[in-house]
Every structure is written in C-alpha cells, then in structure tokens.
C-alpha cells in the first residue's frame, strides 16, 4: 500500500534541485570556513551576525578575541549558502571539516530545499541563476574538457 503523504504533513520533504545550507557557526572560525568554500568552488555565500542558544546555553565564548555577551546569548555568524543538489554533501562535510573544535558551542547545519533561485541582473531562473561564474560547475567542466 504506497504512503500518500499531504504536502501539508511534516513528513513530506520535496525534493529540490537546489538547497539552502545554513549553518551557525562561531565567528572566528568563518574566515577558515569561507576560504576552504571558495577553494572548492563556492562563491556564492551569505552571512550575517546572529545571537543565539543552545547546549552552550549562555556560555561567552572561551576564546580570546570573541564577542562576550551580556545577556544570555552568544554570539555567532549565520551562513547561508545555496548549491546544487550535487553540492550539498561535499558543502556539509567542508563545514564541519573547518568549524569543529569538538567543544559544545561548535554550531548547527540545517538543509532547506530552495524552489528556484533568480538572478536579478538578467531575470534568469533555475540553474542559470544559481551558476556562478568560475564556480564549481565552471571548474569541473574545465577540468573535463580538457
Ligand atoms: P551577478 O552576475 O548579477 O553579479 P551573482 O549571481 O554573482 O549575480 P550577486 O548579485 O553578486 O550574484 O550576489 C549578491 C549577493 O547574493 C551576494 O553578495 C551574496 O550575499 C548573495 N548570494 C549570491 N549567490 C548566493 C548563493 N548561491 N548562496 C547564498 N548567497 C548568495
Ligand atoms: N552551484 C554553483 C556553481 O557550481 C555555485 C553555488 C555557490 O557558489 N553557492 O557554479
């Protein structure tokens, strides 16, 4: 008997071409993190200063150099990061490769699907929007063709 689940329901998860990676993650760990994306082709990239808790609770951080916060919050860098579906694994795993000390507090990745993606300079959509000059596509058919 095939389980027909309702858009509607939590347990329905559509599939996508492209996902949004967000992760939040400590600040001075973000330069590290950005660099080894870019080396791997990831050029399109979003951040911004957030505050948050979780398992680290209100604990400033340790480091020297960091944020301290006054009240109960800490404070992190959200990135946000749309790839192809294909993108998404090597993505993660890069992250996590960068941001991990293997203290509480390292941060979380969360993984959308993104319906479409459109480029406002020229209105594109879908795969020609979410291309990136020199990106990764542009590196692996490169590196294919010759
Ligand atoms: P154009 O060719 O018109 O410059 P583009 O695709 O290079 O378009 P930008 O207009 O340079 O995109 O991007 C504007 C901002 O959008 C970037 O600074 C970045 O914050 C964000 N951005 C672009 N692509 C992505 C992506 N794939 N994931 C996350 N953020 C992105
Ligand atoms: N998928 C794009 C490319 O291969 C890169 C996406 C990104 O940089 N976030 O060109």
Known sequence: ???????????????????????ILRPWRIQQVSSALL???????????VRGFGAQGGLTERQAGSEF???????????????????????IAKIIEEARTGEIGD?????????????????????K???MMGGHADMSSALSTS
């Open 1 to 23: 008997i095939p389980i027909i689940r309702a858009q509607t329901s939590p347990d329905f998860v559509p599939d996508a071409k492209f996902y949004k990676v967000e992760a």
């Open 39 to 49: 080396k791997m082709g990831i050029r399109g990239v979003t951040v911004s200063d």
């Open 107 to 127: 941060g979380k990745i969360f993984l959308t699907p993104i319906s479409d993606v459109i480029r406002v300079r020229t209105g594109e959509r879908g795969e």
């Open 129 to 131: 929007a979410e291309r």
């Open 69 to 91: 916060s006054e009240d109960t919050f800490v404070a992190k860098v959200k990135m946000e990061i749309v790839v192809s579906k294909d993108q998404v694994e090597g993505v």
